[in-house]
């Protein structure tokens, strides 16, 4: 059974950077899109990006196209998201998330445990 | 973008009891629907896929139904370890949308 684990988050202030990582293991990670879905303390579920198997198509969240940048690196099994600009509704636990198939479908079936992202000054 | 109602809000129920969670897709989403557990502190786990698929290792108990905007999980006998709360997501267009959820709780 596959496996993700986040790493990256932090406290950053307004207008800050930071990058989150999620290494995966147990699957044939190339063959997978891949997704960043985010969840504010005490809240529902939020979608944030996807990207293809290949990196050649991606996918965002109009709350944060233009300052997040999602990608991966085949090789090394690991997807990323560099943040920019944030904001404090930025605030979240950011998952990484497989999808069931190798395309966009049959649901997220393998989570990490989570990155928690937190800005404030 | 898809919104997708969830209701009720809270379930207040006891072990044992048949649990049925409503997602209402504000256009159709043809059978593209999928439904997560989440638990305090856990990330949220895949139930069912492609509105009435059950996941790897899922119970049973667990069952979705419908199609185009109304869909339904039902839970047939509630087991201790069922009281969390559940989410549907879309994938039929973009962006992905995920319901406001529906917390099962213990009466």
């Known amino acids: 059974e596959g496996h993700l684990l986040e790493s990256g988050g932090g406290l950053v202030q307004p207008g800050g950077s930071l990058s989150l990582s999620c290494a995966a293991s147990g699957f044939t990670f190339s063959t997978y899109a891949m997704s960043w879905v985010r969840q504010a303390p005490g809240k529902g579920l939020e979608w944030v990006s996807t990207?293809?198997?290949?990196?050649?198509?991606?996918f965002y969240a109009d709350s944060v196209k233009g300052r997040f940048t999602i990608s991966r690196d085949n090789s090394k099994n690991t997807l990323y998201l560099q943040m920019h600009s944030l904001r404090a509704e930025d605030t979240a636990i950011y998952y990484c998330?497989?999808?069931?198939?190798?395309?966009?479908?049959?649901?997220?079936?393998?989570w990490g445990q989570g990155t928690m992202v937190t800005v404030s000054s | 973008e898809i919104v997708l109602t969830q209701s009720p809000a809270t379930l207040s129920l006891s072990p044992g009891e048949r649990a049925t969670l409503s997602c209402r897709a504000s256009?159709?989403?043809?059978?593209?629907l999928a439904w997560y557990q989440q638990k305090p502190g856990q990330a949220p786990r895949l139930l069912i896929y492609?509105?009435?698929n059950r996941a790897t290792g899922i119970p049973a108990r667990f069952s979705g139904s419908g199609s185009g905007t109304d869909f339904t999980l039902t839970i047939s006998s509630l087991e201790p370890e069922d009281f969390a709360v559940y989410y549907c997501?879309?994938?039929?267009?973009?962006?992905?949308?995920f319901g406001g959820g529906t917390k099962v709780e213990i009466k």
């Open positions: 256009q159709s989403v043809n059978y593209f």
């Open positions: 998330a497989k999808f069931r198939s190798p395309t966009y479908s049959l649901g997220f079936d393998i």
């Open positions: 997501q879309q994938r039929i267009n973009w962006p992905l949308t």
């Open positions: 492609d509105a009435s």
């Open positions: 990207i293809s198997t290949g990196g050649e198509r991606t």
